[in-house]
């Protein structure tokens, strides 16, 4: 079995390396000092397993963890915390593979053996049971086998295009695999759904105009290569998107 | 009694006790009969008339007791949240007003019986007798449960503080890294992982030894160091503490356990949180009679820095430096820029211990 370490402290990269190297159904293929390193070294040396520290700096656990889902193959994840009671809580509740640290041999090999892949919405569940901001802070799209982060922040407005949705981004444009549905629960602080199928990033929005056949179309900053006719605004949601407009 | 006072959280910091309750009650009632008593025995009597007059100045005395409690209990929630001095100082013109009133209201009733004789005084002297004997009665009082409120609130603060300061050094996440990190080291670098232990050993010790109030900022700043070495090991390159501390006079004193948690802060909800760490700065300036130790360190972007952890640990230095420096302390927090600090205000006190 192929196992990535990650863990932002390089004593506890250490600690798991050398219990690691005793076992012998177990070979380390790489370490990674944080979630950007992890995802990278994940999608080329294709672990089995990652051993995922909770709290790190930049993309923390749980969210490395979400976008290890997006992988072609998905490994299976083992959680690593010095102490999170309400973590640690939930993971119980949810049967999800932990260590405590300091980290014991024996647990170890035993979370090992019951290391599993983990779906989005149990993250989430985790993560607002562990009163963590279980929102993602990037979403990630698999472009020629790799894996790429794009920031929420610099995200205009998703657009579902058939099976996949479209992100449009400041640098460009994107697919990804989540569902508009569920992107909209996860961010509806940022976005407000336009019609059935978009949802655009409110702060970015410059204006509402009436188009000469008399609907409302949201005007982008910006957001010059997103094509007029998908920024109608249908009219069940003109009155929220004013709302929203008006708020922020 | 039915009206028992409902206990809410306040009560640790009420200034005036519940005048509604059943034991105030009698306490009042008891000191009012004490009072009428003294009076009695101190004022010229006839022989026999002993117990006579002791009734009718008691009557007069429990009628005042009693009815400054009602207003005083009617009153009470107001006079709380009106602040701690003007609660005292408007409960004392309150209960002035009732004695008077009642003087009043006595005197007329005395005059409409025919029974004038049983005051021997004209009516301006018996109110001006009644109004000096209860404002001194009244003021004693006063002074009286102003000082039992003060006793018991630095009580309950000296308590809370003692609790918490334990609490801030020994954070599970901490004691349970460190040991993560001395495992890891006892095969790595054994001679490293001893020195841990040492210094984790000495920072245990600091706090679970007898408690005392205060230190003396040479030992506060090598517990810091202490810490700041254990908290290097596991962070390496990402931590790194700049000490501008020269100013400071190193026998001065400052309550305990106050820089470390600080520090411990700094580097919990900033540095750990930065990819790359940064600095935390410690500086320490004398301005004649007063120090001021501020502890700075870099936020994260879009990362709140309110967390619960780090406003608990802020609002126990608070107090405890109220305690120690009433109005001449202060704890302040800048988060205005990009950079976290707190910045202690103290007078210095070079006091021999």
């Known amino acids: 079995m192929k196992v990535l370490i990650v863990d932002d402290e390089k004593p506890a990269r250490d600690r798991l390396r050398q219990i690691l190297q005793d076992e012998d159904d177990y070979e380390v293929v790489g370490e990674a000092g944080n979630g950007h390193d992890a995802l990278s070294l994940a999608a080329e040396r294709k672990p089995d397993i990652v051993l995922l520290d909770i709290r790190m700096p930049g993309l923390d656990g749980i969210e490395t963890a979400h976008h290890l889902n997006t992988l072609e193959r998905t490994p299976a994840v083992v959680f690593t915390t010095a102490y999170d009671e309400y973590a640690v809580d939930a993971f119980e509740a949810r049967a999800i593979g932990y260590v405590l640290k300091p980290v014991r041999r024996s647990r170890l090999a035993a979370a090992l053996e019951h290391a599993s892949h983990l779906a989005n919405s149990t993250l989430r569940d985790v993560a607002s049971r562990a009163n963590m901001d279980g929102r993602r802070q990037h979403v990630s799209a698999r472009v020629r086998g790799e894996l790429k982060l794009i920031p929420v922040a610099e995200i205009r407005c998703l657009l579902a295009d058939q099976k996949y949705v479209r992100v449009e981004h400041e640098h460009g444009q994107d697919l990804i695999d989540d569902s508009l549905k569920s992107l909209a629960s996860e961010f509806s602080e940022h976005f407000v759904r336009i019609h059935r199928a978009a949802l655009v990033a409110v702060d970015r929005i410059e204006k509402i105009e009436k188009t000469t056949d008399g609907k409302s179309r949201v005007v982008l900053r910006d957001g010059s290569h997103v094509d007029d006719k998908e920024l109608i605004i249908s009219r069940r949601h003109v009155a929220e998107v004013r709302r929203r407009l008006k708020e922020s | ?353």
């Open chain 2, 1 to 353: 009694m039915t009206a028992t006072p409902k206990p809410t959280p306040q009560d640790t910091q009420a200034y005036l006790p519940d005048f509604c309750a059943a034991g105030t009650l009698f306490i009042i009632v008891l000191v009012a009969e004490l009072v009428a008593i003294v009076l009695t025995l101190a004022a010229h009597n006839v022989q026999g008339q002993f117990l006579i007059e002791l009734s009718t100045t008691s009557f007069f005395v429990l009628w005042l007791a009693l009815l400054g409690s009602a207003v005083m209990c009617l009153l009470r929630d107001r006079l709380e949240s009106a602040g701690k001095t003007r609660a005292f100082v408007i409960g004392f013109i309150v209960l002035e007003f009732v004695c008077l009133a009642l003087s009043e209201f006595s005197w007329q009733l005395m005059s409409y019986f025919g029974q004038s004789s049983v005051i021997d005084d004209s009516h301006n002297v018996f109110l001006l007798r009644t109004f000096a004997i209860s404002s001194i009665v009244i003021a004693l009082a006063m002074r009286y449960l102003y000082i039992s409120s003060e006793w018991r609130r630095s009580i309950v603060i000296e308590a809370q503080s003692r609790i918490s300061a334990l609490q801030a050094l020994i954070r599970p996440h901490f004691l349970f890294n460190s040991m993560n990190t001395i495992a890891s080291l006892t095969r790595s670098s054994p001679e490293q992982a001893e020195e841990a232990v040492e210094d984790l050993s000495d920072l245990l010790r600091a706090t679970m030894s007898s408690p005392k109030d205060r230190s003396t900022l040479k030992q506060e700043l090598e517990i810091a160091a202490i810490y700041q070495r254990i908290e290097k090991l596991r962070l390496g390159a990402r931590l790194n503490v700049r000490w501008d501390i020269d100013e400071l006079p190193m026998r001065a004193r400052i309550p305990n356990l106050t820089i470390q948690p600080l520090l411990e802060n700094a580097i919990y909800h900033g540095i750990e949180l930065l990819p790359d760490g940064g600095d935390v700065v410690v500086t320490g300036k004398r301005d004649g009679d007063d120090l001021t130790i501020s502890i700075s360190n870099p936020v994260a972007e879009g990362k709140a820095r309110h967390t619960i952890g780090n406003r608990m640990a802020m609002s126990n230095i608070r107090q405890r430096f109220e305690l120690a420096y009433g109005n001449r302390g202060s704890v302040d927090v800048d988060d205005s820029l990009d950079r976290f600090t707190v910045t202690l205000r103290f007078p210095v006190d070079e006091g021999t211990t």
